[in-house]
């Protein structure tokens, strides 16, 4: 007769591996699809934020200034204004400390947008081609320069919050804990950064004489 006994002891042993690595399956797909989410969550709030810096750039190039042009870009800007609200919320529901950077992003954004749509809307439509262009017309025999080195606001916000969306995905998430993380945001100075170039920007997105815009300081 077969030994039983040995068979009762490696039954249970093998039960016992395959329960195991089907939990462990289990926690490693469900570890899979939060980071996802977490991945496409923060992905939606960088794309609000570059979405609301183009607004101003949407209403200078307006091509007249009909009931229906009005109409979709105040639909246009409800609909980017309901995008970085929600975008707020959810970084600040994600992580506090990510969402303190981001909400204060947000606010020098919003400054700056505010003072380019107010340009924006005291120009004319752009009813020709060449109007699409912003700011001062090139000189017939103008020579291409590379950039001057300033970034516009929404690239800048952007490229400054991307950097920190690392410690919020895959092993870093782990080895980073709340206090740790918030010394690292400081040591960063992210904010400090965005504030200083905001503060000493030498042109404007639409790179105009932005001080005559109605209510501009």
């Not at 039983?4 to 570890?31: C, E, H, N, Q, Y």
């Not at 980071?35 to 969550?41: A, M, N, V």
């Amino acid at each position: 007769m077969p030994d039983v006994t040995g068979w009762t002891a490696i039954v249970p042993i093998a039960f016992g591996s395959s329960v195991l690595g089907t939990l462990a399956g289990k926690m490693l797909d469900r570890t899979g699809a939060r980071t996802e989410l977490i991945r496409d969550g923060y992905a939606d709030a960088i794309k609000a934020l570059n979405a609301w810096g183009h607004y101003p750039e949407r209403i200078y190039r307006r091509i007249d200034d009909s009931p229906e042009t009005l109409h979709r870009l105040e639909a246009m800007g409800a609909e980017l204004k309901g995008a970085l609200a929600y975008s707020t919320g959810w970084v600040s529901g994600e992580s506090a400390e990510l969402g303190h950077v981001y909400n204060v992003l947000v606010e020098l954004l919003r400054a700056e947008v505010t003072v380019h749509a107010r340009l924006a809307w005291a120009n004319p439509p752009a009813s020709t081609a060449l109007s699409m262009n912003i700011g001062d017309p090139p000189e017939a025999n103008a020579i291409p320069e590379r950039s001057d080195g300033i970034t516009p606001a929404e690239w800048l916000i952007v490229q400054l919050f991307s950097t920190l969306i690392q410690y919020r995905i895959g092993w870093r998430r782990i080895v980073w804990p709340r206090p740790l993380l918030r010394r690292r945001l400081g040591r960063l100075r992210i904010i400090e950064q965005a504030e200083q170039a905001f503060s000493s920007r030498a042109a404007r997105m639409l790179n105009g004489d932005w001080q005559s815009a109605p209510g501009c300081p």
